[in-house]
T-cell receptor, first 114, second 109 residues
């Protein structure tokens, strides 16, 4: 299995809702990532997990809360989001976090905040 | 942070034409990746180049890494509408991937 899967594909939520994005990989990768991507821009790193521990938080607002239940799963919990948080949220994984480790991306979740 | 500059930013060509796009930096890369992203989808890894002067081919796509490992090019022969997408180059340091701004390629039938 050489795939990163993400659910849901699309999500529409109000500013008072709580929702979660899910990501899964079965490649035995030990690093997983969350990115945010706005239209026609490159992905922006949000969080990095290495061996199930949070290693990088790129000063992301606390309304985004990541969780790594095990080495194959990565969640992103969303609460009290703003309309400007609407974007494509991408999950990626890599064997490790050393330089040169190739990252493999999932198809993304298209999030719309009303 | 290594700054990656990609050019041209936008390119619209007719099916069957050849094209070359670039990824440049003033810094030396240990490795560099090229991704292609279609609208509404995640980036798909095309290639990783590591050695200065390296050339890698993927069907009609030819990737070259500069001798000094500061630049890379992607040449597409006989472009097809299926080549349409956002082409991103990236390089990694300290667990982070740095992306260029991307090249939006449109191939008209």
């Amino acid at each position: 299995d050489t795939e990163v899967t993400q659910t849901p594909k699309h999500l529409v939520m109000g500013m008072t809702n709580k929702k979660s994005l899910k990501c899964e990989q079965h490649m035995g990768h030990r690093a997983m990532y969350w990115y945010k991507q706005k239209a026609k821009k490159p992905p922006e790193l949000m969080f990095v997990y290495s061996y199930e521990k949070l290693s990088i938080n790129e000063s992301v607002p606390s309304r985004f809360s990541p969780e790594c239940p095990n080495s194959s799963l990565l969640n992103l919990h969303l609460h009290a989001l703003q309309p400007e948080d609407s974007a494509l949220y991408l999950c990626a994984s890599s064997r490790g976090t050393s330089v040169g480790n190739e990252q493999f991306f999932g198809p993304g979740t298209r999030l719309t905040v009303l | 942070t290594q700054l990656l500059e990609q050019s041209p930013q936008f390119l619209s060509i007719q099916e069957g034409e050849n094209l070359t796009v670039y990824c440049n930096s003033s810094s030396v890369f240990s490795s560099l990746q090229w991704y292609r992203q279609e609208p509404g989808e995640g980036p798909v890894l095309l290639v990783t180049v590591v050695t200065g002067g390296e050339v890698k081919k993927l069907k009609r796509l030819t990737f070259q890494f500069g001798d000094a490992r500061k630049d890379s090019s992607l040449h597409i022969t006989a472009a097809q509408p299926g080549d349409t997408g956002l082409y991103l180059c990236s390089t990694g340091a300290n667990s982070k991937l740095t992306f260029g701004k991307g090249i939006t390629l449109s191939v008209r039938p």
